[in-house]
Each structure stands twice: as structure tokens, then as C-alpha cells.
């Protein structure tokens, strides 16, 4: 274990998609604001690898894990063991205090392979339906912590605690009084008047959510004004970018068209109001922001879970709900009273207030820091214990 004049060194296992990355980032901040070194192992993915480009202090390890999906049962298994062995490897080299994972396909290894050294363990389950890793991890690890209290009797963890989803510090109310629309409409080429429609499809499964607004995109003219006059911000994904971008030029709608964009703070900022799936990431981040929203559930989300997150949202007044198969007509209909109904968005706004947990990551990063103290304080108080007893037993002559 760690001596007690290092600092504590805390993994977080935090790969695959940016619901599981991004709140693994919000939990290391934290966590070195209190003295501790903190890793992130992460997938090979490209989100991953954009998403880290620009952290700073923060070690990154990449573990060559990939996902079950489509019957690649070998594929899996052997990148599965290569990740727990990295992970034992980069463990061995230093021991870590504690773990945490944050679901996904990384998360089982590191867990599994710092077991062996004696490090506490902990998840974070973001969704209400937690995701196949973590259902198996939840028995193995000291604590879970959960973002929707529905969760807690998901997960057969020895102690579940509901902390909610944490966020990263400047998705916040009070960041909209620091970079007001205005400032943030500028900084992404948009005009700093004009009422903002963003669209994101998350780090997986924006196809479906673009062809859904596009195909809305010509009715939009049939209502007032004020619609006609919004712009917007729509982030494509990769394969989408030059089909959408041309689809808004075509229809002469003034937007800003991106495959992706790492500052997610600066197009919520921006928004006026949202269309977005419904992973417990981008929830944590649109509530935290009090951003009115349409949430779109990924039909092909884990046991569904988009869209009891969706739900939970909806049947508190905190978004407006659309499926994958609304009709063009009835997204228009929802996207025009976001955009033109300011009554409609204080509602949503208010409601929002319940979902957001601005002490998450801290009260994730505290309770790691003290259970890891704890033990490694037992360790040595055993260990003096038996060196005091070998120390106290009589010599043989």
C-alpha cells in the first residue's frame, strides 16, 4: 500500500462513451483539489482520446477494452484479460489507495486487478437501469454510489449510496451569469441575438436524432416569427457532418454545424432550448444548466434505459419527451413551444432544479478519500501490531 508520506492514488475507470468519461473527470477534479494523484484509464475510442487531449495534472492510461455487441464474444474476452492485465501492470508499478469505475466496458478489469492489491473499490451507476458492468461489479466493490435513487435496488452492492450524477464545475446556474448567451453564441460563430435550437446526438447514436430533426427542419416555417428567426447549433457526430451541414444551407437556416465540440458548457451556454438523448451524463449536464429541453431516448440503449431516464425527466416537468418515430410534425410542434413559449421554459427550468446535484463529485471524491484513509491507517496500525508482538516474544536460547 501507499506509504503515508505519499499521496493517496486513486484510479478512475471511466471509458467507452462521454456519460461514463465525463463525470469520471468531474470526480478526479475533486479528488486532486484534495491532495491526491489521480489516473484515468480510459478505451481506445476517439471520444476518449479527444475528451482527454486537454487535461492537465491528471495521469491517462489507455486499456485496449472493447464492448460486447454483436455476438464478438472472443474479441471481448481477449480484450478483456489484455485490460485487466495492463491494469494489473500499471498497478503493480504503484498500488493504487482506491478505484473507482464509472461503468462500461473499462470499468470490471481495473476494479478486478486492484482488488489484488488491496485498494477500496467503488462504482458510480449515472442511469436508473444500471448497465450489465456495473450489475456485475456492485457485488465485488465497497460502496455504489447512484445518480437516480431508483437505481439503489438495481445493483447488489454491500452499501449504495444516492449521490447523483456529478458534473463538471462549469456546467453550472451561476456559469450562466460568467458567460451569458450572448458570449457564448460569439464564441461559436452564432449570432449573439438570435434565439439558439441545439441539437446533440451524444457520443453514440446521433444518426437517428438527425434524420429526426431534419426531417422536421421544413415545418418549422409554418409557425411564428420568432421560430423562423432561431439559429442553431447541431453537432453531427462524424459520419453525419457534410449531410446535415448542406441539409441547413439548402434549407437557408442559419446554423452552426459541427461534428463534435469538447466545450459542451460553451453550446449549452448558448441554447435557448435543446434536443438531446437521454443518457444520465447529458441529464446531469441540461439540469445543471437549467436548459429546457426535448429529450430524444436512444432506442437502442441498454434494456431500454434512455428512455426510463427520459420518463423519470418527463414526469416531473423537467423535459419534454419525443421518440425516434415522432412524426416530423409533432417535433416541430414541441421544438416551437421550446423555442416561442417562455412560460413553458420557466416551467421546465424550474423543474430542472431537482435534478441537479451540484455536491456530487465532491461527495464521491470525500467518501473515497476517507474510506481509503481509514484502511491504509488499519494497515499500519495491524502492521505495527505485529511488529510490536514479534518485538515483545521471548528469544530461545
Not at 308 to 336: M, R
Request: glycine share 6%; proline share 7%.
Amino acid at each position: 500500500m501507499n506509504s503515508p508520506k505519499q499521496k493517496p492514488f486513486i484510479a478512475i475507470a471511466c471509458g467507452g462513451t462521454g456519460g461514463h468519461l465525463f463525470p469520471g473527470l468531474a470526480v478526479a477534479e475533486q479528488l486532486r483539489a484534495r491532495g491526491c494523484d489521480v489516473a484515468l484509464l480510459i478505451s481506445p475510442k476517439d471520444v476518449d482520446q479527444q475528451a482527454v487531449k486537454s487535461i492537465v495534472g491528471i495521469e491517462v492510461f489507455t486499456l485496449p477494452a472493447v464492448g460486447l455487441q454483436n455476438r464478438n464474444y472472443f474479441s471481448f474476452a481477449k480484450s478483456f484479460w489484455k485490460s485487466f492485465f495492463t491494469a494489473r501492470k500499471i498497478f503493480r508499478q504503484r498500488p493504487p489507495t482506491a478505484v473507482l469505475a464509472m461503468g462500461g466496458f473499462t470499468s470490471t478489469p481495473p476494479v478486478l486487478a486492484a482488488k489484488k492489491f488491496g485498494a477500496k473499490t467503488f462504482l458510480h451507476e449515472s442511469n436508473t437501469i444500471p448497465g450489465k458492468s456495473n450489475r456485475f461489479l456492485a457485488r465485488f466493490v465497497d460502496e455504489a454510489f447512484v445518480g437516480f435513487p431508483e437505481c439503489a435496488a438495481r445493483l447488489r452492492a454491500k452499501k449504495v449510496s444516492v449521490t447523483g450524477t456529478p458534473v463538471r464545475p462549469q456546467f453550472a446556474p451561476e456559469s450562466r451569469i460568467q458567460n451569458p448567451e450572448s458570449r457564448c453564441r460569439l464564441a461559436l460563430g452564432l449570432d449573439p441575438e438570435r434565439p439558439t435550437m441545439l441539437v446533440v446526438g451524444g457520443s453514440q447514436g446521433a444518426r437517428g436524432l438527425n434524420d429526426l430533426i431534419l426531417s422536421a427542419l421544413p415545418l418549422i416555417t409554418h409557425h411564428s416569427s420568432l421560430i423562423t428567426s432561431a439559429q442553431w447549433l447541431h453537432l453531427t457526430g462524424a459520419n453525419d457532418f457534410e449531410k446535415v451541414k448542406n441539409f441547413y444551407a439548402a434549407q437557408k437556416i442559419p446554423a452552426v454545424v459541427k461534428p463534435f465540440l469538447a466545450e459542451m458548457e460553451l453550446a449549452l451556454g448558448a441554447a435557448t432550448a435543446c434536443v438531446s438523448r437521454s443518457g444520465a451524463s447529458s441529464l446531469a449536464e441540461i439540469a445543471a444548466m437549467r436548459l429546457p429541453t426535448a429529450l430524444v431516448p436512444l432506442p437502442t440503449s441498454a434494456d431500454n434505459h434512455q428512455m426510463t431516464n427520459a420518463l423519470a425527466f418527463e414526469k416531473t416537468g423537467a423535459a419534454k419527451l419525443l421518440e425516434q418515430s415522432s412524426t416530423p410534425e409533432k417535433v416541430a410542434a414541441i421544438l416551437a413551444e421550446l423555442l416561442g413559449d417562455e412560460i413553458s421554459r420557466t416551467k421546465i427550468q424550474t423543474a430542472l432544479t431537482q435534478w441537479h446535484a451540484p455536491a456530487a463529485a465532491a461527495v464521491i471524491a470525500e467518501t473515497i478519500l476517507q474510506a481509503a484513509v481509514r484502511s491504509a491507517d488499519s494497515l499500519s496500525a495491524s502492521s505495527s501490531q505485529n511488529l510490536n508482538s514479534r518485538a515483545s516474544r521471548p528469544r530461545s536460547a
